[in-house]
C-alpha cells in the first residue's frame, strides 16, 4: 500500500506550546503535501515540500521530509486555539506521471486550548 | 484570491437517484480531481481529468460515475444510481500544472443518501 501515517492520531496542548506532528509513506514520492481541515469544513492547502528538500517554512509551520526515512513531520509553533483542526499529510507518488494524484491518511486531531 | 467553489454543499438523495456535483475549478489551472471522504475515514482519490479527459481514476470510481467538463469553467461530477455507501463529502480541487503544483481544494459537498 501507498498509504501511510500519521502520529500522534489526536494531540492536545495549551496555546503557546509547539505542536509537532508526524507522517510516515512506503513508496517513493515527487512531493508531500500537508492540509488542515476544521471540522467538516473543506481541505486547506498548507505547505508542499519537493523530494528534493529537507525543509520549508511558512510563517508559524515548518515542514522538514526525510526521504531516506520515508517520513515527514510538520511542526506548529506558538500554537493558537484557532489552529484547533485535522492536519493531513497527502502523498503525490512518483510513479503519478503529471497526474499527482494525493494519497492520504488518516491524519492527527489538533486540539490547542486556551 | 482565486478559490475552488462547489455546489450545492449539502445535498440529500434516495438511494438509486442520480446526481450532479458541480465545481468551478481555478480559472487558468489545468488539471481537475474529484476525492471523497467517508465520515471519519481519509480523504480517497476518484478521479483526475486532465485535457478533456479522464487521465487515471481508482477502483472506487466505477461505472456509476462519470464526470464533465461542459464548458470552459464546470467540472461536473455525477453519479448515475447512487447507494447508501456514497455517502460522503466530495471534494473537487485543481492543480496549475501537474508537476510540483499544489492541489487547490473546494469546501466540498457533503452528499447523504437515504
Known sequence: SQQGEEDPQALSIQEGENATMNCSYKTSINNLQWYRQNSGRGLVHLILIRSNEREKHSGRLRVTLDTSKKSSSLLITASRAADTASYFCARAPIDAGNNRKLIWGLGTSLAVNP | ?114
Open chain 2, 1 to 114: 484570491e482565486p478559490e475552488v467553489t462547489q455546489t450545492p454543499s449539502h445535498q440529500v438523495t434516495q438511494m438509486g437517484q442520480e446526481v450532479i456535483l458541480r465545481c468551478v475549478p481555478i480559472s487558468n489551472h489545468l488539471y481537475f480531481y474529484w476525492y471523497r471522504q467517508i465520515l471519519g475515514q481519509k480523504v480517497e482519490f476518484l478521479v483526475s481529468f486532465y485535457n478533456n479527459e479522464i487521465s487515471e481514476k481508482s477502483e472506487i470510481f466505477d461505472d456509476q460515475f462519470s464526470v464533465e467538463r461542459p464548458d470552459g469553467s464546470n467540472f461536473t461530477l455525477k453519479i448515475r444510481s447512487t447507494k447508501l455507501e456514497d455517502s460522503a463529502m466530495y471534494f473537487c480541487a485543481s492543480c496549475r500544472q501537474g508537476t510540483y503544483n499544489e492541489q487547490f481544494f473546494g469546501p466540498g459537498t457533503r452528499l447523504t443518501v437515504l
